[in-house]
């Protein structure tokens, strides 16, 4: 048998026991139980609640990738100009996705270790006044950055233009209150702070961006990525558009029960005390943060530079033979520059944090590191 390591990565985090045990749950008929349709119900509503959001809300079946190409396709179409507000990997796939779906990307950008300030996305609309859509990703967990969703949705909202932001590495994990921030398509999954497996993504859709969806020239291309058959269907008929995954939704509705059960503010709480912990002692280890300023850090990511003379595959690969603790590297133009540690969900515990960082050190230190003055 594998020996048990310590997941310390951005998701998929750690899975607590009673969801574990949820989704061993007898395997009912989703499109047939009575039950099975109350729970999700039950389910959205309390997402809903978490993002801070009374729009239609629905759990597809798929990664959390599934929800950001939903989103695209839905309200994107042929030259369709859509700004792609980016500061690093995936505000980029959603520049790749745009055109995908033959719209044009207007970008604004910042490097990957900073955000996009709101006048530079204010500039970007006033230049282009047909934009009606934009993108934009709260957390980028490849950079360990966080920007601020309130001035974005509220530029955005000034200039009639429909917000999409993936909010997957945040919701859950810091206070979100998506009506008031002006998000018309929030986006989530299952498998970062809610600590359930991967497998579900969560969307929601304001009755703006259900207009321009309803209004398009074309049909949306793809079927299971067409959210009008979830409106006409789930909503209309309480049908669903396709069997559901049931043990993952048994795991996620776990996860938002016990993540009730703690409470949002004390969750949040425990997100922040252990992000201050882990960058706290990162720095007396002699490591330095990625982003450029710390109030852009994430409470659920810490994105680390590697230090000089360390190979960060070999930093990694130490970290789980002599210590059982697995750590992330990045992606994109930061593989094998930056190293980073999720202390989202069930890993933002301190002890879970020590024990990673102690790693993390002896690591560092077996391979030659001296932290510099």
């Not at 300030?117 to 966080?146: M, Y």
Request: proline share 5%.
């Amino acid at each position: 048998m594998m020996k048990k390591s310590l997941l310390f990565t951005p998701g998929p985090t750690e899975v607590p026991p009673p969801i574990l045990k949820a989704m061993s749950s007898p395997i009912i008929n989703p499109d047939l139980d009575e039950n099975f349709f109350s729970l999700y119900e039950a389910l959205c509503r309390k997402i809903g609640k978490v993002a801070g959001t009374r729009n239609d809300l629905f759990v597809l079946a798929g990664e959390g990738m599934v929800a950001l190409d939903s989103a695209v396709a839905n309200l994107v179409e042929k030259d369709d100009q859509v700004l792609t507000i980016s500061s690093g990997v995936f505000g980029d796939g959603f520049i790749d996705m745009v055109t995908r779906y033959g719209g044009k990307a207007v970008e604004v950008r910042e490097d990957y270790d900073k955000i996009v300030s709101p006048s530079d996305i204010e500039r970007a609309l006033e230049k282009n006044p047909n934009i009606r859509v934009a993108t934009f990703v709260h957390c980028e967990t490849p950079s360990g950055t966080v920007a601020n969703l309130d001035l974005v949705g509220k530029v955005c909202n000034d200039h009639d233009v429909i917000l999409i932001s993936d909010t997957v590495s945040t919701l859950g994990g810091m206070p979100l209150n998506v009506d008031n921030s002006h998000v018309d398509v929030c986006l989530g999954a299952s498998q970062k702070c809610f600590s359930a497996p991967p497998g579900l993504a969560t969307i929601s859709v304001s009755k703006r961006a259900w207009d321009k969806i309803e209004n398009r020239k074309e049909k949306v291309s793809s079927f299971y990525l067409d959210l009008l058959e979830w409106k006409n269907s789930w909503l209309g008929k309480r049908v669903f558009p396709y069997t559901q995954s049931v043990s993952d939704i048994f795991g996620l509705n776990m996860a938002l029960d016990l993540f009730l059960k703690e409470s949002a503010s004390s969750a949040y709480k425990r997100h922040e005390r252990v992000a201050r912990l882990v960058r706290k002692r990162c720095k007396e280890i002699g490591i330095e943060l990625f982003p450029a300023s710390e109030d852009i850090c994430s409470p659920t990511v810490t994105a680390l530079l590697v230090p000089n003379g360390i190979k960060e595959e070999e930093l990694r690969s130490k970290m789980v033979q002599k210590y059982s603790v697995i750590i992330a590297g990045s992606w994109g133009k930061l593989a094998g520059k930056v190293i980073r540690l999720g202390h989202m969900g069930y890993n933002a515990y301190e002890k879970k944090a020590e024990i990673t960082l102690d790693a993390l050190e002896k690591s560092l230190r077996s391979l030659g590191f001296q932290k510099t003055r």
